[in-house]
């Protein structure tokens, strides 16, 4: 299976977000533009932030979801990683850890 990229903005790139539902794909949208503002306000200028989502050890509806996330600004690159059965809950602790390097 080939990684879909998709685009949204200028900023950021979601790799791995495809088999997602619209309404999944919706609320990704909505916490990882969230952020992205949180990050700005924090640290200036992002220029890009990219997560890659990677299921794991899928049985049914059980599976783990791997996540990477980077952040890049002029000067400084942030990385994060996180793993978690809830889609939701991972994407929001990865985007907490990227938040927390920033100071």
Known sequence: ??????????????????DLENG???IVRKMVGTYLNKFEHKIGEVEKLKLRLKKVHEREDNAVFEMSA???APGKVYNADEEGRNLFITLDAVLKKLEAQMH
């Open 1 to 18: 299976m080939d990684e879909e990229s998709v685009k949204l903005g200028n900023k950021i790139e979601l790799v791995g977000f495809s």
């Open 24 to 26: 999944e794909k919706n």
């Open 70 to 72: 980077t952040l890049e």
